[in-house]
């Protein structure tokens, strides 16, 4: 059945203007309209990066509940409802709010050019204008710089999470220029409180730490001011006043250790006590980020464990691959891929990062997703890189034909998908 929220975002979707220009006018203008709401929400901690922006916000998100704090968040995308972008004290936000809030959006927009993102980021912030919490969580869409979340004047708290190349058709077409789009973010701390750089490749590094300081912004840089790592099947963060022995972070992966420093680096500089720090890292929820489907009708139609992982660039690929070789290393089981890629990733890279893996690819189009790669196109480029792999023309004949563990992976929409057909 059909929402009105529904309809008012198709309208808001139509406004897309035909010249992009690459600025925050169109957000300034709105905002504006709409009286300033960015100058009226909750303490912010503002989170830019490539890779791990989500899961850091869900063990911030856990710690500071943890801490009996109350918690607005703001992610994109969504995996099966818009809703789930909005979320207020931990809850989507109500259909009638949302509605609401939509429409008084395209009302006093009156048809001027604006795209979706820029509308709907609008909505939220005049959400979070009007509902009061302790924190509010804001994920950058889509770089940084230029991002409509970067309206905000004084964040409470900066983070960049790790940088790779991704997006490079906006972002530009190395690490630096990236690296410098993703800074864009930092801004003069009027809290006291420095940036949290978490690991970063070398010239990514230095690019982010030149911004800070032309920003007069203290940072707190991993490798310099921090470090986090697993031992004994603890989580060990290493800073300037000592170490934390911590328990291992709910989320699955090696690649979530850093992650959970990053957040644990946060919330101690927050003032948080390292015994809530702990028990908030066991208790993150994020769907599609490693995570494994225990029922369902997607389930049942597979003959092992099913898990499924949003990652859809080299650097997330390389990680599933570490974790794969490292989860799988104890069975004999067979492993397979089930993979749908957009059509503006880069496709080979993605794939050869699996090349050292014991897996077989099964690759499908992306349900819904006319921008996805074929899955012949996807099958041809892994067999091209000497994996192993077959086309199959649905979801479901991939699961079926699976022998063994199945991990579903490659995509934001396809993980989107796979929640929505599996709890149908």
Not at 174 to 189: F, N, P, W, Y
Not at 318 to 329: N, Q, T
């Amino acid at each position: 059945m059909s929402r009105q929220s529904d309809t008012t975002l198709a309208n808001l979707l139509a406004l897309h203007p035909k010249y992009i220009d690459l600025s925050l006018d169109r957000m300034w203008r709105l905002l504006g309209a709409l009286g300033n709401p960015q100058n009226h929400l909750p303490p912010t901690i503002h989170i830019a990066g490539t890779n791990g922006k989500g899961s850091t916000l869900a063990m911030i998100m856990s710690i500071l509940e943890a801490n009996g704090a109350q918690v607005h968040t703001y992610t994109s995308p969504h995996l099966v409802n818009f809703h789930e972008r909005i979320r207020l004290n931990g809850h989507d936000i109500a259909e009638k709010l949302l509605a609401e809030t939509l429409a008084e959006v395209e009302q006093v927009n009156n048809g001027e050019p604006i795209t979706f993102f820029e509308a709907t980021t609008a909505a939220a912030f005049l959400t979070f204008s009007r509902h009061p919490a302790d924190y509010l969580l804001l994920e950058v869409g889509l770089g940084g710089r230029l991002d409509a979340t970067n309206v905000i004047d004084a964040p409470l708290l900066s983070i960049i999470t790790p940088v790779s190349m991704d997006h490079e058709q906006f972002l530009g077409s190395d690490i630096r220029t990236i690296a410098a789009e993703k800074a864009g973010i930092l801004k003069q701390s009027v809290s006291g409180i420095p940036a949290i750089i978490s690991q970063q490749d070398e010239e990514a590094r230095d690019v982010i730490m030149e911004h800070a300081t032309t920003c007069n912004l203290p940072v707190s840089c991993f490798g310099q001011d921090w470090l986090a790592y697993a031992e004994h099947g603890r989580l060990v963060v290493q800073h300037p006043d000592g170490l934390m022995d911590l328990p291992m972070p709910g989320l699955v992966g090696a690649h979530q250790i850093v992650n959970a420093g990053t957040a644990v680096m946060a919330a101690y500089h927050l003032g948080i006590p390292e015994f809530i720090i702990g028990k908030g890292l066991q208790e993150p929820d994020w769907p599609a980020r490693l995570q494994k489907l225990n029922t369902g009708k997607l389930v049942d139609m597979a003959c092992g464990e099913v898990w499924l992982d949003g990652g859809h660039n080299q650097a997330a690929a390389e990680a599933l691959a570490v974790w794969i070789s490292e989860y799988f290393s104890s069975t004999d089981k067979a492993v397979t891929l089930i993979c749908g890629l957009m059509a503006t990733k880069h496709a080979e890279n993605w794939l050869k990062s699996y090349s050292e893996s014991c897996v077989e690819l099964h690759c499908i189009t992306i349900p819904e997703q006319p921008n996805s790669y074929t899955a012949n196109d996807l099958a041809d480029q892994a067999q091209g890189v000497g994996l192993k792999a077959q086309a199959f023309s649905t979801l479901e004949t991939a699961i079926t034909a699976a022998q063994g563990d199945i991990l579903i992976c490659g995509s934001l929409y396809l993980s989107g998908y796979v929640l929505a057909e599996n709890d149908n």
